[in-house]
C-alpha cells in the first residue's frame, strides 16, 4: 500500500522582496458588422453602455483572480487602467495593473482583459450572433527578476572571508561562507579565494587591504558582525572603507527585519576599498543567505557604475 501524499503547494514567495511591478495585457473581440461597432460608438446597446459595463467587470475579474486560479497569490492591486482600440470590426482590449509586491500581475492583467472580452459578449450577442473572443496574450511586463534581476556576475571575481574563532580552530564547521558562495554562484561571480581567519582584528585588515590590492571584484566577510565581545568585523573594516554604502547595510537589514525581529541587533558594514566592493555580512547561516538574497544579483549594478572610475 502506498502512504505517500500528492501535494500541491503554492510557490514559497517569502524570501523575494517587494517591488514595482507592471503588466499589460491583450484579448481581442471581434464583431461581425459595421452596425455593432456603431451601437458600441453610439451606447445604443441594450444591455448599456459596453466599454464602461466591461471595464467595471475587467477590475473585478482581477480583484477575483487569486479566488479563481489556486497558484495565484492574494496581492495588492494598487492601479488598473483599461483601454480599447478599435480597428475596422476588431476591438483591442489593453489591460494594464501595477502593484508593489513580491510578485508580478501578469496573470491579473490577462484575466482582467478575458473578464472584459467575455462580458462584451455577454452584452453583444443579442444584436450580434457572429462575436468572438481570440488572442488574449501578455504584451508588457516589469520589475521583480525580469527587470532588476538581469545582472550577471560573470567576468567578477570574489573573495570569500569566514570570521570565526571557533571554524578557525576546527570545533565547528563553516556554513555561512558556503551559502554564500552559492548564491554567487548562482549570479556567475567566480570564486577565487575562500579562507576561514579567528576573529582578529589584525588579520581581517590585512585579508581587506591586501584582496582589494588584488584583481578581485567583491570582497565579501562573514562573521563577526553581531555584539559579543569578539565581533570586531566593522570596526575593523569602516576605517579602511574610502566610501560607505549605507543603502546596500540598509537593504540587508530591512530585508533581514521583515523576516526576523533580531536582523536590526546584526551590525553588517558595506563599503569600497580601492574600487573593490567589501561586504561584512552575519555569520548565521540564515542571516548570510538572507543578506545575500536581499543584495544580490541587484547589488552587482555598482560594478557598471564602477567602472566609469577605472583606469
Given amino acids: 500500500m502506498n502512504n505517500s501524499t500528492n501535494q500541491h503547494n503554492m510557490v ?34 441594450p444591455k448599456g453602455d459596453v466599454f464602461e459595463m466591461s471595464r467595471a467587470a475587467g ?18 492591486i494598487e492601479f488598473t487602467g483599461v483601454a480599447y482600440q478599435i480597428n475596422g470590426l476588431e476591438i483591442t482590449i489593453l489591460m494594464t495593473v501595477k502593484t508593489i509586491y513580491k510578485t508580478g500581475v501578469e496573470v491579473e492583467a490577462m484575466h482582467g482583459a478575458s473578464v472584459i472580452a467575455l462580458n462584451m459578449y ?31 556576475g560573470a567576468g567578477l571575481k570574489a573573495s570569500v572571508i569566514v570570521c570565526s574563532d571557533t571554524i578557525s580552530a576546527g570545533q565547528k564547521e563553516d556554513k555561512a561562507g558556503k551559502a554564500i558562495i552559492k548564491k554567487l554562484k548562482e549570479c556567475e561571480v567566480s570564486i577565487g579565494e575562500y579562507t576561514i581567519i579567528p576573529d582578529e582584528k589584525d588579520i581581517i585588515s590585512e585579508k581587506a587591504i591586501t584582496n582589494s590590492q588584488k584583481d578581485f571584484d567583491l570582497i565579501i566577510f562573514t562573521g ?15 576605517p579602511l572603507f574610502e566610501r560607505q554604502i549605507p543603502g546596500i547595510e540598509e537593504a540587508i537589514r530591512s530585508y533581514g527585519q521583515t523576516r526576523t525581529p533580531y536582523a536590526m541587533l546584526s551590525r553588517s558594514v558595506a563599503g569600497i576599498i ?17 543578506s545575500m538574497e536581499a543584495i544580490f544579483p541587484a547589488v552587482l549594478h555598482i560594478y557598471g557604475v564602477l567602472k566609469g572610475e577605472r583606469h
Fill in 12 to 45: 514559497d514567495i517569502t524570501h523575494k522582496s517587494s517591488t514595482l511591478r507592471t503588466a499589460t495585457a491583450q484579448a481581442i473581440v471581434k464583431v461581425s458588422k459595421q452596425e455593432t461597432i456603431d451601437a458600441i460608438n453610439n451606447k445604443t446597446v
Fill in 59 to 76: 477590475l473585478l475579474g482581477i480583484k477575483q483572480t487569486p479566488y479563481l486560479l489556486p497558484d495565484c497569490h492574494p496581492l495588492p
Fill in 122 to 152: 455577454d452584452m453583444l450577442k443579442p444584436i450580434d450572433k457572429q462575436v468572438e473572443i481570440g488572442s488574449i496574450k501578455l504584451l508588457e511586463k516589469r520589475g521583480g527578476k525580469s527587470t532588476f534581476h538581469k545582472k550577471s
Fill in 224 to 238: 563577526g558582525t553581531g555584539l559579543s565581545p569578539r565581533d570586531v568585523t566593522p570596526e575593523t573594516l569602516t
Fill in 274 to 290: 580601492n574600487n573593490t566592493l567589501v561586504l561584512a555580512l552575519p555569520g548565521s547561516t540564515k542571516g548570510a543567505e538572507e
